[in-house]
């Protein structure tokens, strides 16, 4: 059984960094496209990074360059650096393991304000 744990978030000030991670048992990260997403109060999910099983990441335009998708085969894990955070940012957010159906973890908590 595939299970996802994501943790790092936090209470950050505008302009701060984050690193959110997400722990995989059950199935080997290497074997598929890992993805985060995130929930704002109030709206619907959205997605914020792909990192694909060839090896090539895609961003949500607002973030890119300023957050960054990797992958650690050995841990089994995946993690978002998240820089020069903005309060636009606050949300949950997910990590979710694409396969013949997706798995999803049950989110942490990220929130940007002064």
């Known amino acids: 059984q595939v299970h996802l744990v994501e943790s790092g978030g936090a209470w950050v000030q505008p302009g701060g960094s984050l690193r959110l991670s997400c722990a995989v048992s059950?199935?080997?990260?290497?074997?598929?496209?890992m993805s985060w997403s995130r929930q704002a109060p109030g709206k619907g999910r959205e997605w914020v990074a792909s990192?694909?099983?060839?090896?090539?990441?895609s961003y949500k335009d607002s973030v890119r360059g300023r957050f960054t998708i990797s992958r650690d085969n050995a841990k089994n894990s995946v993690y978002l650096q998240m820089n020069n955070l903005k309060p636009e940012d606050t949300g949950t957010y997910f990590c979710?393991?694409?396969?013949?159906?997706?798995?999803w973890g049950q989110g942490t908590q990220v929130t940007v304000s002064s």
């Open positions: 059950g199935r080997a990260v290497s074997t598929a496209t």
């Open positions: 979710a393991m694409a396969g013949s159906r997706d798995y």
């Open positions: 990192s694909y099983f060839g090896g090539d990441t």
